[in-house]
C-alpha cells in the first residue's frame, strides 16, 4: 500500500523540457533523449530507435508533462547547471507544444 506522500508524488507533474540527444553506447541505432526540469535538479530519459525519426509524426517533442516519481536526480553540479541552461534557452525559443 502507497503511503499519502507516495500517492501525491505520483499524481504530482513536472513539465521537462530537451537538453541533450546522444547515441547509445550498446546500440547503434539508439538515440538517448534527455529532458530535465527547468532547475536542472531532475531529469527523464527516453531512448528511441534511430529509425523512429523517420516519417510523418515522428517529431520529437522539445517538452514533456512527467509524472514526478518517473523523474531521476540529478546529481552532478555541473550537469545540473548545463541543463539548467539549455532549458532556459529551449524555453526562450519555443513553445512547450513545439516539436522538432
Known sequence: MATT???DEADET???WLVE??????????IILT????????DYRKER???SFTGPGRATSVSLEM????????DD?????RYEAEVERMRETHD?????
Not at 509524472?67 to 540529478?74: K, S
Request: net charge negative.
Open 67 to 74: 509524472e514526478a516519481a518517473n523523474l531521476g536526480t540529478v
Open 14 to 16: 513536472e513539465r521537462v
Open 35 to 42: 529532458y530535465a526540469t527547468p532547475d536542472g535538479r531532475r
Open 5 to 7: 506522500d507516495e500517492a
Open 49 to 51: 530507435a534511430l529509425t
Open 21 to 30: 540527444r546522444t547515441y547509445g553506447d550498446d546500440e547503434q541505432n539508439m
Open 77 to 81: 553540479e555541473e550537469t545540473r547547471q
Open 96 to 100: 512547450p507544444d513545439d516539436t522538432l
